[in-house]
């Protein structure tokens, strides 16, 4: 497991922990990119809105979400880069049972359904 | 279980469910008060600041959140009135796992660790 508060401590802290969840805040400003990291299965809550490109491999996704959205994100390795104009202010809840990271596990987080 | 999407839904959404979680979305103005509901093991980010009063019985507690904030909320039954003069908004990631209400849960949101 490739942490995100080991891999980008300047970006994601953790805000909350214990035997179900450990909640991670994620800030950065635009031109911002993350090491690959690893996510066990979430629910990301933003707070701010921002544009973002999700990378693993050769494979990419841009998303732009509004503040004040709710996303589930499937257990994945990625790394993030900050793409838009405006700094990214997020939350993560990281469910404990469901660390392990799926390979083919949608890259960033879910579309609204 | 009193489902606060069915004693409140004027005040709560469902946003996302799956197998590990459901998400609610909480919204009210100044002087609003829910019914007693249950929330099973949940993590609440607040969206907006806001006064509550979180009562279950004769317990009584208020509590004073500002926007961005993290609180673990341990499974329990209990209704809410919004006593400032701003409107409530927040998220609820109730945790499936974890819906045995406890009777000597903390009533309301934990403080900040």
Not at 53 to 64: A, F, L, Y
Not at 80 to 106: C, D, M, Q, Y
Request: glycine share 8%; hydrophobic share 35%; charged share 25%.
């Amino acid at each position: 497991m490739a942490d995100p508060t080991v891999t980008d401590p300047d970006k994601y802290r953790v805000v909350f922990e214990n035997e179900a969840v450990r909640v991670l805040e994620y800030r950065d400003d635009p031109g911002a990119r993350t090491s690959s990291h690893d996510h066990p299965a979430s629910v990301m809550i933003t707070l701010s809105g921002f544009d973002r490109r999700i990378s693993v491999g050769e494979q990419t996704r841009d998303v732009t979400l509004a503040a004040g959205e709710v996303r589930w994100l499937d257990a994945q390795s990625h790394w993030g880069e900050n793409i838009g104009s405006t700094p990214s202010h997020a939350v993560f809840v990281e469910l404990k049972g469901s660390a392990v990271i799926s390979r083919n596990a949608t890259l960033g987080p879910l579309e609204a359904s």
